[in-house]
């Protein structure tokens, strides 16, 4: 994760504890297995966050390293990694920001997966993490980065929506805890700044409830602009997939499931 402000660092830290319960997507953890199955190790995974992602690639067998910028998500990670001790060779934890950081090998594959890439809000921090990750990549290495894709007709008037109840889990002593999700988009900004809202309620036996609100801004920047960027770092060659079954991206088509770039050195 990067952190451009003291809230969205405090609420990463706050929220670390819940991510677990209600945000672990995992539709694509067969496609990162595809990929360092053809890239081999090491890998390096851009704002782990709690080991999503790594520790299924160590269980593999890759050699994998991971950098996050908050201290209690990769706390949650190693403690997650002390529960496999099996695989606790394969997995290095490090602190640190993607824009700029320097670690003591080179890397096969260097992956920003779901919303990682979301977190760099300027191009300034796009060009800055792109040019660390490939100073860090051995010669035919890729950087790979993956984003949700949103069209215009996505965003036409797209103000403020609960999306969706993600979750409810029972606690000790007659408690539940449920998520909800609301999104806010400003269409006319030009930073084209997206708010994630998390709303956690805390509900006693008696009834009453306790909220947490975490919010997070992402910065949604389309494939165009993307492609631009990337170019300018100097990739050797860049692909564009259109979806997890690694369908070519269409820039002139709506049939696009997500904006994967794969970028190689």
Not at 7 to 14: D, G, I, L, P
Not at 71 to 84: F, G, I, S, V
Not at 90 to 111: A, E, Q, W, Y
């Amino acid at each position: 994760m990067v952190y451009d402000g003291t809230e969205q660092n405090s609420n990463y830290e706050s929220f670390a504890g819940y991510y677990d319960l209600f945000y672990s997507p995992t539709k694509d953890i067969d496609f990162w297995l595809d990929v360092a199955q053809e890239m081999g190790s090491p890998i390096l995974e851009l704002g782990c966050g709690t080991g999503r992602l790594i520790l299924p690639l160590a269980e593999a067998g890759y050699t994998v390293y991971g950098l996050d910028v908050s201290t209690k998500m990769l706390d949650t990670a190693r403690k997650k990694q002390e529960k496999q001790p099996d695989i606790s060779e394969n997995v290095t934890l490090t602190l640190g920001d993607m824009r700029d950081f320097s670690l003591p090998c080179k890397f096969n594959l260097i992956i920003a997966a779901v919303s990682a890439w979301w977190e760099l809000h300027t191009p300034e921090d796009r060009l800055k993490a792109a040019q660390s990750a490939l100073n860090h990549l051995k010669e035919d290495g890729s950087l790979i980065i993956d984003k949700a894709l949103y069209t215009k007709k996505d965003l036409q008037g797209y103000r403020f929506k609960i999306l969706r109840h993600i979750g409810t889990i029972a606690l000790e002593s007659d408690q539940s805890l449920s998520c909800f999700e609301a999104d806010t988009f400003d269409e006319k900004a030009t930073t084209h700044n997206r708010k994630k809202i998390f709303f956690l309620d805390r509900v006693s036996a008696s009834g009453q409830i306790e909220r947490q609100v975490f919010q997070f801004v992402f910065s949604y920047i389309p494939p165009d602009q993307m492609l631009e960027e990337l170019e300018q770092i100097g990739f050797r060659e860049i692909t564009m997939y259109g979806g997890y079954d690694r369908r070519p991206f269409d820039m002139s088509s709506e049939s696009n499931e997500r904006q994967i770039f794969v970028c190689k050195k």
